[in-house]
């Protein structure tokens, strides 16, 4: 079987890409145009002639055409993947996470692609009216990231309706995990080993924190599962406030470091915890009892790469 990982350079998907070699699922092909993505993520496969990578862009069709070619699977996941470089870059958020969206889309139905896995996010939702969000939850998204993700959403959904291109769509809450960097865990954890401030914006935030594993499982499980036309959240379940992360991140590194409390950023979402019901029920996905339970193995990771 042939796979297609957009974004698989990145945080998430070289994970994906990890699995997808450790469990032989056939020849993988990484497009990834590096924007945020490493190579040295993909470094252990360099040797296996079942894992290619190209330098390519998803806002080129040309090129997902040629390489989705015989792809029975496409994980989209490439993207401008976070809320603050989605508003300080809206143009550049808008081709890769719309207008890429599309020619994904696009290229797998010339294609005759079976399935498209789609990552979309819990930024869809925008400010949670009640917690915790289930998918029927209304879709106001707050921000040029959200509102990406959503018109992503829309169009799977229309691909799936109007040219029977199956589409199944993830909605992530707050992946942590190893080659992760930029986000709260990784920022607070090497600046906690430095014995630096940890600078909070806000303090009220309460997120659903996922392990990379856990989001891994649901993307390969979504390869099979009925969940077309039927977005699912994928959570630990469990919401953390942002000042009890800092508490244990402070308590594990075992750091004098304190908090820098600075105003909230206006167009973050405060308050986040995903409902899972349908996770565990479509998918076989239990949640964890303790959402920050990889903390440290977090720690190690971070420090063997401070050293
Ligand atoms: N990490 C999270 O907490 C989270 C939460 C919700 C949704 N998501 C979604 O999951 C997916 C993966 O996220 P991640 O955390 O691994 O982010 P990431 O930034 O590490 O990975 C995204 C990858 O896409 C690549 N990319 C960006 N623009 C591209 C383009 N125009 N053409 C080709 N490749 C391009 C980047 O180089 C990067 O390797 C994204 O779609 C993201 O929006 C992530």
């Given at each position: 079987?042939?796979?297609?990982?957009?974004g698989?350079?990145?945080?998430?998907?070289?994970?994906?890409?990890?699995?997808l070699v450790?469990?032989?699922?056939?020849?993988?092909?990484?497009?990834?145009?590096?924007?945020?993505?490493?190579?040295?993520?993909?470094?252990?496969?360099?040797?296996?002639?079942q894992?290619?990578?190209?330098?390519?862009?998803?806002?080129?069709?040309?090129?997902?055409?040629?390489?989705?070619?015989?792809?029975?699977?496409?994980?989209?996941?490439?993207?401008?993947?976070?809320?603050?470089?989605?508003?300080?870059?809206?143009?550049?958020?808008?081709q890769?996470?719309?207008?890429?969206?599309?020619?994904?889309?696009?290229?797998?139905?010339?294609?005759?692609?079976?399935?498209?896995?789609?990552?979309?996010?819990?930024?869809?939702?925008?400010?949670?009216?009640?917690?915790?969000?289930?998918?029927?939850?209304?879709?106001?998204?707050?921000?040029?990231?959200?509102?990406?993700?959503?018109?992503?959403?829309?169009?799977?959904?229309?691909?799936?309706?109007?040219?029977?291109?199956?589409?199944?769509?993830?909605?992530?809450?707050n992946?942590?995990?190893?080659?992760?960097?930029?986000?709260?865990?990784?920022?607070w954890?090497?600046?906690?080993?430095?014995?630096?401030?940890?600078?909070?914006?806000?303090?009220?935030?309460?997120?659903d924190?996922?392990?990379?594993d856990?989001?891994?499982?649901?993307?390969?499980?979504?390869?099979?599962?009925?969940?077309?036309?039927?977005?699912?959240?994928?959570?630990?379940?469990?919401?953390?406030?942002?000042?009890?992360?800092?508490?244990?991140?402070?308590?594990?590194?075992g750091?004098?470091?304190?908090?820098?409390?600075?105003?909230?950023?206006?167009?973050?979402?405060?308050?986040?915890?995903?409902?899972?019901?349908?996770?565990?029920?479509?998918?076989?996905?239990?949640?964890?009892?303790?959402?920050?339970?990889?903390?440290?193995?977090?720690?190690?990771?971070?420090?063997?790469?401070e050293?």
């Amino acid at each position: 079987m042939k796979i297609l990982v957009t974004g698989g350079a990145g945080f998430i998907g070289s994970h994906l890409v990890d699995r997808l070699v450790r469990e032989q699922w056939g020849e993988i092909v990484v497009l990834d145009n590096l924007f945020r993505g490493k190579l040295e993520n993909l470094a252990q496969h360099a040797d296996n002639a079942q894992v290619r990578f190209v330098n390519g862009d998803i806002r080129e069709p040309a090129i997902l055409r040629e390489h989705m070619r015989g792809a029975e699977i496409v994980f989209h996941l490439a993207a401008q993947s976070n809320v603050m470089g989605a508003v300080t870059n809206v143009e550049y958020s808008f081709q890769t996470n719309v207008v890429g969206t599309f020619n994904v889309l696009s290229a797998a139905k010339t294609c005759g692609v079976r399935r498209v896995v789609f990552t979309s996010s819990r930024e869809a939702y925008g400010e949670a009216q009640y917690l915790p969000v289930d998918e029927q939850h209304p879709l106001l998204s707050k921000n040029t990231y959200g509102a990406s993700k959503l018109a992503g959403e829309a169009y799977a959904r229309v691909f799936y309706n109007t040219f029977q291109l199956e589409t199944a769509v993830l909605r992530l809450a707050n992946a942590y995990g190893t080659r992760d960097f930029d986000r709260v865990i990784p920022i607070w954890l090497t600046r906690a080993l430095h014995g630096l401030d940890l600078v909070v914006y806000g303090g009220q935030q309460l997120i659903d924190f996922v392990w990379i594993d856990h989001i891994v499982e649901a993307l390969l499980r979504a390869t099979q599962a009925d969940i077309i036309g039927q977005p699912i959240n994928i959570g630990s379940g469990i919401g953390t406030p942002i000042l009890e992360l800092a508490d244990r991140i402070i308590r594990l590194v075992g750091t004098t470091a304190k908090l820098d409390r600075q105003p909230a950023r206006a167009v973050e979402v405060a308050k986040f915890t995903a409902q899972v019901d349908l996770m565990r029920e479509k998918l076989g996905i239990a949640p964890p009892a303790d959402a920050l339970f990889a903390l440290p193995q977090m720690l190690d990771y971070y420090r063997a790469r401070e050293k």
